[in-house]
RNA sequence: GGUGGGGUGGCCGAGUGGCGAGGCAGCGGCCUGCAAAGCCGUCAACGCGGGUUCGAUUCCCGUCCCCACCUCCA
């Protein structure tokens, strides 16, 4: 069993054989920390998240890299909005006004990381920014100028572009010609040989803050969008490494000049390309411009955050995924039947019994796994799994159901839905032991009213409970008690 | 115009040249004092028109429609 992955470049799905045997460098495009994230953004990170767990899985030791765009002309454009003496909080109302380009960068960059954390993206082996990597690039822009494939602006502005006609390989990546490529509408030919030509370096302008520009060799400036990739990558992974992913609108211009400017330079780059599929609201894409999208925020307020980590997760990487009102409710209805068996056999079986049982998962999800993270394949063999254990608790095979429980502890773990905050979670608190004392003591009340069949008071103290918020579930074992999601969510 | 990806049952979403995943929702049953949970059964699909084939949802041709990207974009 090989692990096969999808590479753009190719446009096949491939054998995916890692530079070093037992080592994978993974680059992924992280954020322009422009705004606050969108559901895309945090598609993105599980996607890349839910490959790095299952590499572990099957025994790589993984080095992550995701970038932090810092610097761009939108981050300096909402910053220099933000002085407006008619500033009315930016696109949501919250911004601060006055301020300045950095802490409007470090600032998203936060809500970025708030973002992950909630849904149980792990953070990667390193993230470096792009204000701090100047050197880095200078030395690239200087190796693409040597060879031949770069030149300083020739109307003094400063810029430095990259000479796409001066590399035939340009379009490689999406197949396109660049005769074919159409000029931007709003491209600004002056001082370029061709008008694709791309930026490397953009020469400070006035009005520009003095805090956003760079000495480099070409002049006072700061860098163009897709050199600090090519700088960072290879800086932390070596000239070549083994996959390079991001969103799928990532793939042309961002990733495809990244690829001609750094070969172009003599990099061997990345041997693999991976690329996520967009997230759809009832099949168009969300943007700001229609109005129909959902923030990460809103999911949280609507479902579990377990459930929007299986939402986010649930549907092929590449494909879209499509959100529509209800869809985290159904997640949510999943999860929980796969919780609900963890917890049932936990309970019938003992936590010892389920820890010593082998923590594999099956062969249908390790093939559907391998076969291009084939995530909504491997949820069928996670269910699958879940209702054979039920059926072995109901028919009291104990060995069968704890192996069972053990795989679906592994499967969860793979998929990272064991790894997410929930509210209430964690460390008991004085609340919980007290409310675990107050049910418990209800709870053998009512067992005592069941017990002489005085249905009716059993019945009022469930209602009782119930009122409160806590669910009742009763079983051969005992009753067993709950705070469901109405309640949790509050 | 160029490039890439799609159209699967009520909804989402895999997959395959014949034995038709999985989830959610619905229906029937079992279990339960009742419920909940669970289990069993059940309903039901492959955009349209041709072709190849013993047989196509799966391969080929045509056609319609949808989505993404073409220098802001995860």
Redesign the pocket.
């Known amino acids: 069993m090989a692990l096969r992955l999808y590479d753009?470049k190719t446009?096949t799905v491939r054998d995916f054989v890692p530079l070093e045997p037992g080592r994978v460098s993974l680059y992924?495009?992280?954020?322009?920390v422009?705004?606050r994230p969108?559901?895309?953004?945090v598609?993105?990170?599980v996607a890349f998240d839910l490959l790095v767990r299952w590499l572990e899985h099957i025994g790589f030791a993984v080095t992550s890299v995701r970038n932090v765009?810092d610097i761009?002309?939108?981050i300096l454009e909402k910053a220099a909005a933000s002085f407006a003496a008619d500033f009315a909080g930016g696109d949501d109302g919250a911004d601060p006004a006055g301020e300045p380009w950095f802490a409007l960068a470090h600032r998203f960059e936060q809500a970025f990381h708030a973002a992950y954390d909630a849904l149980g993206v792990r953070r990667p082996t390193y993230e470096p920014r792009a204000t701090g990597h100047m050197t880095e690039m200078f030395a690239l822009i200087e190796r693409l100028i040597e060879a031949g494939h770069a030149y300083p602006a020739e109307d003094g502005s400063g810029d430095v572009y990259f000479d796409?006609r001066s590399w035939p390989a340009y379009g490689e990546l999406?197949?396109?010609?660049l005769e074919?490529?159409?000029?931007?509408?709003?491209?600004d030919p002056r001082g370029k040989r061709?008008?694709?030509?791309?930026?490397l370096w953009k020469g400070h302008k006035e009005g520009e803050p003095e805090t956003a520009a760079w000495d480099s060799p070409w002049g006072r400036g700061r860098p163009g969008?897709?050199l600090e990739c090519s700088a960072m990558s290879t800086k932390y992974l070596g000239s070549t490494f083994d996959i390079h992913?991001?969103?799928?609108?990532?793939?042309?211009?961002?990733h495809e000049?990244e690829l001609a400017q750094s070969s172009a330079a003599g990099d061997g780059f990345a041997r693999h390309w991976l690329?996520?599929?967009?997230?759809?609201y009832?099949?168009?894409?969300?943007?700001k411009s229609v109005g129909n999208t959902i923030s990460p925020d809103e999911m949280l307020a609507a479902a579990r955050p377990t459930a929007v980590r299986y939402f986010l997760g649930?549907?092929?990487y590449?494909?879209?995924?499509?959100y529509?009102p209800?869809?985290l409710?159904?997640?949510e209805?999943?999860v929980?039947?796969i919780e609900?068996?963890a917890a049932?056999a936990v309970e019938t079986l003992g936590e010892d019994a389920v820890a010593a049982a082998a923590q594999q998962v099956p062969a249908?999800f390790a093939a559907?796994m391998d076969?291009?993270l084939?995530?909504?394949?491997a949820?069928?063999?996670?269910?699958?799994t879940?209702?054979?254990?039920?059926?072995a608790?109901?028919e009291g095979a104990a060995d069968v159901a704890a192996a069972r429980a053990a795989a679906v502890r592994t499967m969860v773990s793979v998929l990272g839905l064991d790894d997410v905050p929930e509210a209430g979670s964690g460390a008991v608190s004085a609340e919980h032991a007290a409310l675990a004392a107050l049910v418990d003591g209800l709870l053998a009340e009512?067992a005592e009213a069941?017990a002489e069949?005085d249905?009716?008071r059993?019945?009022a103290i469930?209602d009782r409970l119930a009122a409160a918020g806590v669910?009742?579930?009763?079983?051969?074992e005992g009753?067993r008690w709950s705070l469901p999601k109405e309640a949790r969510r509050g």
């Open positions: 753009t446009a992924y495009c992280g954020a322009t422009q705004g969108h559901v895309g953004h598609r993105s990170a765009t761009d002309d939108k796409v999406t197949r396109q010609a074919d490529m159409q000029d931007a509408p709003d491209a061709d008008s694709r030509d791309f930026a969008w897709h992913g991001g969103g799928l609108d990532l793939r042309f211009p961002h000049n690329h996520n599929g967009m997230v759809t009832e099949g168009e894409k969300m943007s649930q549907a092929q590449r494909s879209p995924l499509d529509r209800g869809a409710q159904e997640a209805a999943a929980e039947r609900t068996f049932r249908e559907a076969d291009d084939n995530v909504p394949a949820l069928a063999a996670l269910h699958e879940v209702r054979a254990g039920n059926t608790l109901d009512r069941k069949k249905f009716a059993a019945d469930r669910m009742i579930e009763d079983s051969r009753s």
